[in-house]
Structure formats: structure tokens, C-alpha cells
């Protein structure tokens, strides 16, 4: 067995017991439940097998706690908003693009790339620019290609059963 940690506790056992049972999120929740026991003296490998994570994660936390505390720990989960990066459109140029899409004015995404670049200067990849439009429940509608030789008189008269 390897030897007990060596942190410098900011809380006590109690604490963390009581964040761990008020948390909510599940990744802080299963953090704050490793902290915990830590804090109790387990060693590394008891708190994996207890809280059913890997050796490498339970370091990282312990890593992250000596940075910033439970705080910084708690911080670094996925999806964490404030962090995150801001939208290359704003609002109402968002609102501009879904009017246009829902009109019709675009065959493809890549008209809609194309479109914001030119309108807006901003630069969008296709799959950024697909996501964004997932986003708003928006999709480009590409009509079917018709014939030249088409009679739509008669493709009419066939849909209403004549």
C-alpha cells in the first residue's frame, strides 16, 4: 500500500461531508464524495474503489484542491458556463439568420456560411454553422430536382386522384 497524502485541508471531514450531500450535480457530487473520504484518511486506492473512479482522476482532483480548494475542484466539471466561449453572433444577428433560413433563402449550409460572411464578416465552419442552426431547430430544405420534361399540370391532377 502507498503512503497516506500529504494536504493542507481547508475544511474539515464534517464539511466536505455535508458539500458532498447537498451537491446536486453528479461530477461535483462524486468529487466532493472522493475529498471526503481522502479527508477521512483513505488512502487513494480505498477512495477508487469506493467511489468508482480512476486512480489518475482522483490525483487530478487532489491536484486541482491544492490549487483553489473545494472551489477550484468543484470548478472544473463539464459544461461549466462561465467559462465557456462566447457566441460569434449575437442575438439579434441569430434571429436574422433563423428568419432567413425559415423564408427559404438558403439550399445548403454552406449558403448560410456564406451569407454570414459576407453579411457579418464572421467566419463559420460547416459543422459550426449545422450545430447553430440544431440549435434554433432550424434546417436548410433542399427542394427535389425536377425534370425539364415535367408537366406539372398533369403531376397535379395525379395527386388529387383525377
Known amino acids: 500500500m502507498g503512503q497516506r497524502i500529504q494536504v493542507e485541508w481547508q475544511e474539515s471531514a464534517d464539511e466536505l461531508k455535508e458539500l458532498y450531500r447537498q451537491e446536486r450535480h453528479p461530477q461535483r457530487r462524486t468529487r466532493l464524495q472522493a475529498l471526503w473520504h481522502l ?3 483513505d488512502r487513494i486506492e480505498e477512495v477508487v474503489e469506493k467511489v468508482g473512479v480512476a486512480y489518475r482522476s482522483v490525483q487530478n482532483w487532489l491536484k486541482w484542491y491544492r490549487q ?3 472551489r477550484e475542484v468543484c470548478r472544473r466539471v463539464t459544461g461549466y458556463q462561465s467559462m465557456g466561449v462566447p457566441a460569434y453572433l449575437n442575438g439579434l444577428q441569430q434571429h436574422a439568420l433563423a428568419a432567413k433560413v425559415e423564408l ?5 449550409v454552406w449558403d448560410a456560411v456564406q451569407w454570414v460572411a459576407d453579411r457579418w464578416q464572421v467566419r463559420y465552419t460547416y459543422d459550426g454553422m449545422y450545430a447553430l442552426l440544431k440549435r434554433h431547430d432550424l434546417g436548410v430544405k433542399v427542394p427535389r430536382p425536377r425534370s425539364a420534361k415535367a408537366d406539372l399540370l398533369q403531376q397535379e391532377a395525379w395527386k388529387k386522384g383525377g
Open 39 to 41: 479527508r477521512q484518511g
Open 68 to 70: 483553489g480548494g473545494v
Open 104 to 108: 427559404g433563402e438558403f439550399r445548403t
